[in-house]
């Protein structure tokens, strides 16, 4: 009893807190220990979807000093440090593409349900919802999401109406091109043709630059509803017709110039040129030496033009003068 009563006096009952091989300190009671451990697993808050600890406490029983000073409060931290916690979140997808995050899926679904009110038929964006986990917290924003979201909307819907319009207005395009290659064909006016060689610049002589029977729309000088002066002629024909210098020379601009649209032009040296307007397709570029059998583009409609046809100018010396004079 004596020593019983010594023992008592001098030495205290404790917990030894081993993990994985490593004493972490002492405790009074391992099942507050326990408890503490289990209740901060099962928690749950905010985007935690797990909380996992590896290894879980050993205990040893023993009996130390009264003055030995237990530390249940550093050994819960030091195991809780350990931890793994996996966090869950909903992505919102475009197309398949994971776009923004959201916390919860309701977030997400309100999210969809918005964007889809007065979405177009038609319009690439396509929503869903994917479950993502993780190891490391992220920050989220449901405005934000909506807000990148509805940005992407509006661009699809600007992109789908600009293509919609395009199709329009190749349609409209070929309409037109068929109607005027109708009235060509009914027109059949012969005074309007010419051979494919009817004339010469300074002993340079010329060829036809459509090697076909186009339809004299608008002559040189005319103005009509315009608001200039023509400075050239138009050749009405088929669109995408092949077009040919009606010269051998130089080739000096190719590509867009204002209401010409796709111009070429041709340097034929003494200070002659021809221009090329409207033209659906360039197939030579500045530098390249032509001859009366390079087909350098089609005819087109681009630029200010009510359909498909051959502006035909002839330079000398940096004015325009009448082809007429020399072709047609």
């Known amino acids: 009893m004596f020593i019983g009563t010594v023992t008592f006096v001098k030495y205290k009952p404790v917990y030894t807190v081993t993990v994985s091989g490593d004493t972490l300190g002492y405790v009074n009671e391992k099942s507050e220990l326990d408890e503490n451990l289990t209740k901060y697993i099962n928690h749950r808050e905010g985007t935690i979807a797990c909380i996992d600890i590896a290894n879980m406490p050993e205990y040893n029983f023993e009996l130390v000093t009264r003055k030995t000073v237990t530390q249940e409060k550093k050994i819960f931290n030091k195991i809780k440090d350990t931890a793994v916690i996996t966090y869950k979140t909903y992505a919102i997808t475009v197309n398949g593409e994971q776009i923004n995050e959201v916390d919860t899926e309701l977030e997400a679904e309100n999210i969809i349900a918005t964007l889809q009110e007065d979405l177009k038929e038609g319009v690439e964006f396509n929503l869903g919802i994917v479950e993502i986990y993780k190891t490391e917290q992220t920050s989220t924003s449901k405005d934000l999401a909506f807000q990148t979201l509805n940005d992407m909307k509006l661009a699809k819907t600007e992109e789908y109406e600009a293509e919609q319009a395009r199709i329009e207005a190749e349609r409209l395009a070929q309409e037109e091109a068929a109607r005027q290659a109708a009235l060509y064909a009914q027109a059949k006016v012969a005074s309007e043709a010419t051979s494919y060689g009817s004339g010469n610049i300074s002993g340079m ?124």
Do not use: K
Not at 233 to 242: F, I
Not at 287 to 312: A, K, Q
Not at 321 to 326: A, D, G, I, K, L
């Open 205 to 328: 002589y010329l060829t036809n630059p459509l090697r076909t029977t186009p339809l004299i729309t608008s002559r040189f000088g005319e103005s009509g509803s315009r608001r200039y002066v023509h400075t050239g002629l138009d050749l009405a024909t088929a669109l995408g017709t092949s077009i040919y210098p009606i010269a051998s020379g130089t080739v000096v601009f190719a590509g867009w110039q204002g209401s010409y649209g796709n111009l070429i032009m041709i340097d034929h040296g003494d200070g002659i040129q021809s221009w090329y307007g409207h033209c659906n397709d360039i197939y030579v570029s500045v530098g390249d030496s032509v001859s009366t059998d390079t087909c350098i583009g089609s005819v087109g409609s681009t630029g200010n033009s009510t359909g498909p046809h051959l502006h035909l100018e002839i330079r000398i010396n940096g004015t325009a003068v009448n082809p007429q004079n020399y072709l047609y």
